[in-house]
Each structure stands twice: as C-alpha cells, then as structure tokens.
C-alpha cells in the first residue's frame, strides 16, 4: 500500500523491556520524523532523519534511539521502556523544500507497564 | 529554541457561532502549518501557509498568517457538529522539522 503506515498500532509492554517501533514510507521521502504526542505538550519531536544514514536528535531523544539503512524505513527503539514513555508515536515524512508539508502514519499507542 | 503557544486549549461552543484559535510562536519561520486530528486518529493537513499576510480558507475554516506578530490566527465560521476535533498548529524549523502548539480541542454542541 502507498503511503506512510506503522506497526504496531498498539503495543503493551513491560518497564525494562526493549520495544522497536516500526515505520514505513512508499514515497521515497528523504526527510523522516518521529514525534510522540502527550496531553498538554502537543507533539514532540523525538528524532529525525534527513537521509539514509543520517539522523539526529530532536527536543526529547533520552532512552530513544533510530536507525536508517534504508531510505523506506525508519524504526524507533526504546531500549528500556519506562512508563514516562507511555504515549502516542507519530511517525512522518516529507520531502525537503519550503512548499511541503509532513504526511503522518496512524500513530502506535504504546503503553508501558 | 523556537516555542509555540496555542490558545484556547479547550474551546466549546455553539453550532453557528464564530470563534477564532490563536497561535503564537517566538522566533522567524518561514512556513506554518494547522492540522485537525480526530481521537485516536493521525494528523489531517488543513493549511500550509507561507508568507506574511497569507490567508487561506477552506469551507467554514480559514487560516492567516502575520510574520511580524509571528501570529497565525485559525477562524471558524459559523461553526458545526462535524468540526469538533482538536486543531494544532506547527511551525517549521530548519530541515522540516515541525514544533507544534499544545492543541485546542475543539467541541461544538448541537
């Protein structure tokens, strides 16, 4: 299917535990983001990738951590969940330029236990 | 570090009445964004709006933007049950990267 789309949708998980997210684009977009969305903070950034191979972080990368291989893909992992890190993730994607705008995945609702 | 405000965060209002969200950001930006999200659903694209002085409107919603007040305001117009919802606006940094508002939920009562 074309578009942008994540797995898990929902995910439970237990405090300590490694939990990878997984996000996927059709578009051949260079630019890629992962946001989580909390009551009373929006959404925030977590990391972002221009390209293959390069990332880095955004306004709340601490227990996070992202790879990008391949241009499609960009998973986010928590490599010890905490249960601060129960929220909505959002992943995107765009192309670079001022006339653009972001395309969002469905969102994994993670909950740590 | 550029900040976002975003006011009300919780609106309810009549169906046909007019009302208007606010969104104040503090540093220069050359793009900004408002989206609408359902519960439980993603992010809808409503607006981009690029230069100062642009306004843009799609049905009973429109959208303008003031750079040097790094103001863009998101008007409702005479508003109906189908646009509850909560509304962010974001405003683009360097690389796309977006910083959003906290969010105004949006209720319109029958």
């Known amino acids: 299917d074309a578009g942008i789309t994540q797995s898990p949708r929902y995910k439970i998980t237990e405090t300590g535990r490694q939990v990878t997210l997984m996000c996927h684009q059709t578009?051949?977009?260079?630019?890629m983001f992962w946001y989580r969305q909390d009551l009373g903070h929006g959404l925030r950034l977590i990391y972002y990738?221009?390209?293959?191979?390069?990332?880095d972080k955004g306004e709340v990368p601490d227990g996070y951590v992202v790879s990008r291989s391949k241009t499609e893909n960009f998973p986010l992992t928590l490599e010890s969940a905490t249960r601060s890190q129960t929220s909505v993730y959002f992943c995107?994607?765009?192309?670079?330029?001022?006339?653009?705008?972001?395309?969002f995945g469905q969102g994994t609702r993670l909950t740590v236990v | 570090e550029l900040k976002v405000e975003q006011n009300p965060l919780f609106l309810s209002m009549q169906e046909g009445k007019n009302y208007t969200i606010y969104c104040n950001y503090s540093?220069?930006?050359?793009?900004l964004y408002w989206y609408r999200q359902d519960p439980g659903k993603s992010l809808e694209s409503l607006f981009v709006l690029l230069s100062n002085g642009a306004v843009k409107q799609e049905g009973r919603l429109m959208a303008s933007l003031d750079t040097k007040a790094r103001l863009s305001t998101l008007h409702i117009t005479a508003a109906v049950h189908d646009l509850s919802a909560t509304y962010f606006c974001?405003?683009?940094?360097?690389?796309?990267?977006?910083?959003f508002g906290t969010g105004t939920q949006l209720k319109v009562e029958l």
């Open positions: 540093t220069t930006s050359d793009r």
């Open positions: 990738s221009a390209a293959a191979d390069i990332t």
């Open positions: 995107a994607s765009s192309v670079p330029g001022p006339n653009t705008e972001a395309f």
């Open positions: 974001a405003v683009a940094g360097g690389g796309n990267k977006l910083t």
């Open positions: 578009w051949s977009h260079s630019y």
